[in-house]
């Protein structure tokens, strides 16, 4: 059922002055329109609301059947009859007819000039002859490249758009014929081409196929013309005969049932579709092969008998959309600007298979680039029910319209679909603009962005009186209809519907000229601005607003897909007329999100996303919010709910005022009471009243919604109070794990998110006073759960101990060490220990105390983590030599050591930094010192040992010279040591001692007579005996 609206689409409307009653009549881009009776064409100027006027006017050499025009090439395409044969001409050029006797040009088509050029033969009206070895029944021009399609009885002659060179300044337009396109069993009544799609009629059946290019498919194609016998007339009647649907006889008839094939279904049809090369095949051939779309077949009703026109398909016709700043008019205009308006002159750049081959338009530009096409949309009309289907990326059918009366003639444009009947004028909406924005955007009908469903029922608009309605077509923003009063009714001779049956007809003729008669005229009726019509649809549905029924939604999606359409003809806009549309589609769209937040409907949802489109503020869509119902109580609708719920999670600069902020709180307290926590988080509610918000929040715990979260909650709102024994109760109502969980249910307790940057809260700053581990571990815990990031952490805490991006707290350093405790990734966990030893090395080497007390000892982090590995009881003897040392720095030393000891460190990403950390202290030696150990470099680590610190030399040896470094003992050390002690010094005692250490574990591990050779032979035998009797013993022993 389609709802009417008594909206007013048609303006003002105009009389065309024509001489003759007019036969056919088309639109000839935005500022022209051509009328055709009999032999002779006029083109009248229309430019906006101003008066029709008369432009040129030129005769044809034959009666004109069929009329078209394209803008890209600006020509005139005619079929035409004289003495019972068809023609196919174009008229090129027609601009520079000054005057009906001007003289014109005619040529063959693909004929070169071998006159030379002139500058008269530029500004002469040309007409090319196409000839055919059938006669034209149908043509139609392609909108983007201006390639022209022929329909003949049992095939399609497609003729590319070129321009030939003439010198080098000009080229001339021609054709070129380059490919047949074979369809047997079906006879062309209309057909429709746009960017290689080709869509074909008959009186029943409708065929959309795609031509496409591919190389590997090439051997299909026949580049010679089939070997047939017999006249065309004749194979069609071969073909008929031999299907056994079309049998027919006298005394039955037989009917296909209907049917409906979309994609790769419909080469099920029955249909053979073949096709010819006829270009020239050279390297800029390409070769086509057909894809199938759609295919739909009608069954007459023959319960009664019926005239012929009420079982036939008419108005076949296809639309293209295009992305926002391409259209077919701005290609077509990016030709004609580069050639002389009207004169078929271009650049020398020859496109011999039109655009979609790949090749270059007349401007050099791919056209795939410069058509932007989007989507493109097959229309066709019985006499009671139109089918808009939808043939690009997926085929569809997207509406179906039903007429209250027989219809005539149906034009689509992307805003609407005009329909005449014989005294009406019937507006329809469409839904070509809801199907192209899902096509054109990714964010469609998400949380971001929406749109009206395709589904939604289409409605007309309007039902226009008009007598005598007999022909329609539209242009830019005007309709032209053909009325004539009809004369006394004739009887006529009804057929038998069995004669309209057959899927050939082979009767197909040219009318006689029809006798001219008094009472017709030809009017340009002006449709309305989109922003005109858009404001009337507004006002139309404000009383619909307090009933809360779904017209209300139904109209304003109408009026919000009327301003898209509108928006997405950017070629077509004025600068101050897309301003205003814009402003129109953001006010479309707060309407929308009104009434979804207003009733209470399944799709409450789409308020979030048309009040985001629509640019207002909360404030706004608060005080627009109409909450009141019908006995004066406060009702709050999911739509709303959902909006607000949505708007004040995300990080948004705007603070509601107190009052609205106080709304808010009612609003989720009496439908959402559980959200109540989470929506005072929110930076917006920053004025709401602390008193309120608490009293609210122990309403919940009376109600039985108590939780952590509700606790937290409270105590942040206390806080914010100053009355800080509620806050303490609050706090230690729970434990510190429960605690952790409501914060990472809650994030927004302790951080705030402001354009991009992170900020604490002043819950959080409190807690860093007062219980810094439970900020720590609440942020591990948001980290765990992937609500923060490592960078916004480390932002988080500078922020909350007021540092600035350089400077690393102390807090910060106990949330690093936390994060190796909690075991994190193999990725992160290098990165911590990078980071952690750096800025211990940073602290010890600026002698930097931490700014507050760690929150775990060395002894815990050993005990707690296995990266924190035990630390080497040498370096305890290497540090405690030294008296001089600071105690506040010995955490910061343990904790580098024992990460340097641990099995998680890497050794070569530290030694940039141990340029930091001077050796001259114990501290820095115990860190060179181990680097060096874990990168095997005893005999080194042993000569600085024994110049440095003597007294850990023997410890550092039991730790170190084991298994394959045990020989170090005699080769590096014994030796060494000898040599020290023949120096002496203030160290010869240690070294002395050091010796005898060092000779009793060589006495164990070598043989007498290797413990020989490694003893000096300069030494005292005394010294050396005891070691050598124990060698001995040791070999009487074994």
């Known amino acids: 059922m389609v709802q009417l609206y008594n909206l007013h689409p048609f303006g003002s409307q105009q009389v065309v002055p024509c001489k003759q009653e007019p036969e056919r009549f088309c639109g000839g881009g935005r500022d022209a329109l051509f009328v055709a009776a009999g032999c002779k064409v006029e083109a009248f100027a229309v430019v906006g609301q101003e008066l029709c006027q008369p432009r040129c006017a030129f005769s044809t050499p034959g009666r004109v059947l069929r009329l078209a025009y394209s803008e890209a090439g600006d020509y005139l395409v005619a079929i035409e009859e004289k003495n019972k044969a068809t023609f196919l001409r174009a008229y090129v050029n027609w601009r520079s007819k000054r005057t009906e006797d001007s003289r014109m040009c005619i040529r063959m088509v693909g004929h070169h000039r071998e006159a030379p050029f002139s500058e008269t033969f530029r500004d002469q009206m040309s007409i090319i002859e196409m000839p055919l070895s059938e006669a034209p029944l149908c043509v139609s021009c392609c909108p983007v490249s201006g390639d022209l399609l022929v329909g003949c009885t049992d095939k399609l002659v497609l003729f590319c758009l070129t321009y030939r060179p003439v010198n080098e300044d000009f080229s001339i337009l021609d054709f070129e014929r380059s490919l047949i396109i074979h369809i047997g069993n079906i006879t062309p009544l209309e057909i429709s081409f746009c960017v290689g799609y080709?869509?074909?009629?008959?009186?029943l059946e409708v065929l959309v196929l795609k031509l496409e290019s591919d190389p590997q498919n090439g051997g299909s194609i026949n580049h010679r013309p089939p070997r047939t016998s017999g006249s065309p007339r004749k194979r069609a009647e071969e073909a008929s005969s031999s299907d056994p649907s079309q049998i027919e006889s006298d005394d039955f008839v037989m009917c296909q049932k209907p049917t409906e094939l979309l994609g790769d279904k419909s080469r099920q049809s029955g249909l053979c579709v073949t096709l010819e090369s006829t270009g020239l095949a050279d390297a800029k051939t390409k070769y086509f092969h057909v894809q199938h779309l759609l295919y739909r077949r009608f069954t007459p009703d023959i319960s009664s008998y019926v005239s012929p026109d009420d079982i036939k398909l008419h108005s076949l016709q296809l639309l293209p959309v295009y992305q926002a700043g391409t259209s077919a008019g701005a290609a077509g205009r990016e030709v004609t600007r580069q050639t002389p308006r009207g004169s078929g002159f271009g650049p020398c750049t020859e496109s011999p298979f039109g655009h979609w081959t790949g090749s270059l338009t007349s401007n050099g530009r791919n056209p795939a680039e410069a058509t932007g096409l989007l989507s493109l949309f097959c229309f066709f009309s019985l006499p009671h029910m139109g089918y808009l289907y939808m043939v690009v990326r997926s085929v569809e059918l997207l509406s179906v319209y039903q007429y209250p009366e027989k219809s005539q003639q149906a034009v689509l444009t992307p805003q609407f679909l005009h329909v005449i009947t014989s005294n009406n004028l019937q507006c329809f909406t469409v839904r070509c603009s809801a199907a192209a924005a899902r096509e054109d955007d990714p964010y469609m009908d998400t949380t971001l962005k929406a749109?009206?469903?395709?589904?939604?029922?289409?409605?007309?608009?309007?039902?226009?009186?008009?007598?005598?309605?007999?022909?329609?077509?539209?242009?830019?923003?005007?309709?032209?209809?053909?009325?004539?009063?009809?004369?006394?009714?004739?009887?006529?001779?009804?057929?038998?519907?069995?004669?309209?049956?057959?899927?050939?007809?082979?009767?197909?003729?040219?009318?006689?000229?029809?006798?001219?008669?008094?009472?017709?005229?030809?009017?340009?009726?002006?449709?309305?601005?989109?922003?005109?019509?858009?404001?009337?649809?507004?006002?139309?549905?404000?009383?619909?607003?307090?009933?809360?029924?779904?017209?209300?939604?139904?109209?304003?999606?109408?009026?919000?897909?009327?301003?898209?359409?509108?928006?997405?003809?950017?070629?077509?806009?004025?600068p101050g007329e897309r301003a205003e549309l814009l402003e129109a589609f953001r006010e479309s769209a707060g309407h929308l999100g009104d009434c979804y937040s207003r009733l209470d409907t399944q799709q409450a949802h789409l308020a979030l996303p048309y009040y985001k489109m629509s640019g207002l503020s909360m404030a706004e869509v608060l005080t627009r919010a109409d909450c009141t119902g019908e006995d004066g109580v406060q009702k709050y609708e999911r739509g709303l709910i959902f909006y607000m719920n949505h708007a004040l999670y995300e990080d948004l600069d705007e603070e509601l005022s107190e009052e609205l902020a106080a709304k808010v709180i009612q609003m989720f307290h009496a439908t959402e009471p559980k959200q109540l926590p989470h929506i005072l988080c929110s930076p917006s509610m920053k004025k709401a009243n602390p008193q309120t918000a608490l009293s609210y929040l122990r309403k919940l715990d009376a109600s039985g919604f108590s939780s952590v979260l509700v606790t937290l909650a409270k105590a942040a709102v206390a806080l914010t109070l100053g009355d800080l024994d509620t806050h303490r109760q609050e706090m230690e109502s729970h434990s510190e794990m429960k605690l952790v969980c409501g914060f990472i249910l809650e994030p927004r307790l302790l951080i705030r998110q402001r354009k991009g940057q992170t900020f604490p809260t002043e819950l959080a700053t409190h807690l860093k006073e007062t219980r810094p581990g439970l900020i720590v571990a609440s942020i591990l815990g948001l980290q765990k759960n992937n609500k923060i990031g490592m960078e916004e952490a480390d932002s988080f805490f500078k922020a909350l101990c007021g540092k600035d991006a350089d400077t690393v707290p102390q807090l910060l350093v106990d949330f690093w060490e936390a994060q190796l405790v909690a075991c994190l990734p193999d990725v992160v966990l290098r990165e911590l220990v990078f980071k952690l030893t750096s800025h211990y090395i940073w602290r010890l080497s600026q002698r930097q105390p931490p700014d507050s007390t760690p929150l775990r000892t060395s002894e815990e982090l050993i005990n707690a983590c296995g990266h924190y590995g035990l630390i080497y009881p040498w370096v305890n003897v290497l540090i405690s030599y030294d008296s001089s040392a600071d105690k506040n720095y010995t955490e910061d030393l343990s904790k580098l050591q024992s990460l340097i000891c641990g099995p998680s460190f890497d050794i070569a990403s530290l030694v940039p930094f141990l340029e930091l950390l001077p050796e001259d202290t114990a501290a820095g030696l115990s860190v060179h010192v181990l680097c060096h150990t874990r990168l095997r470099e005893h005999e080194q680590c042993l000569d600085v040992l024994l110049e440095r610190c003597p007294q850990a030399v023997i410890p550092y040896a039991n730790s170190e010279l084991k298994e394959e470094n045990r020989t170090l003992w005699w080769k590096k050390l014994l030796p060494e040591l000898c040599q020290r002690i023949k120096r002496g010094g203030e160290k010869y005692q240690l070294y002395v001692s050091t010796l005898k250490e060092t000779l009793s574990v060589v006495a164990v591990e070598l043989e007498l007579r290797d413990f020989l050779s490694v003893l000096p032979e300069d030494g005292t035998a005394a010294f050396f005996l005891p070691y050598l009797l124990y060698c001995c013993r040791k070999k009487s022993l074994t």
Request: proline letters at 7%; one cysteine or more; hydrophobic letters at 45%.
């Open 198 to 203: 080709v869509a074909v009629m008959s009186d």
């Open 451 to 574: 749109c009206p469903p395709v589904s939604l029922d289409v409605c007309a608009l309007r039902i226009q009186l008009f007598i005598g309605l007999k022909a329609l077509c539209h242009f830019d923003n005007h309709v032209v209809l053909l009325t004539k009063a009809d004369p006394a009714a004739i009887p006529e001779q009804r057929q038998s519907p069995r004669r309209l049956l057959s899927r050939k007809d082979n009767s197909v003729k040219p009318k006689a000229a029809p006798v001219a008669e008094a009472g017709w005229n030809l009017y340009i009726v002006n449709t309305v601005s989109p922003v005109q019509l858009y404001r009337e649809m507004v006002d139309y549905s404000n009383p619909y607003k307090t009933v809360k029924t779904q017209s209300c939604i139904h109209l304003l999606s109408e009026a919000h897909l009327l301003v898209r359409a509108a928006l997405m003809a950017e070629h077509q806009l004025e």
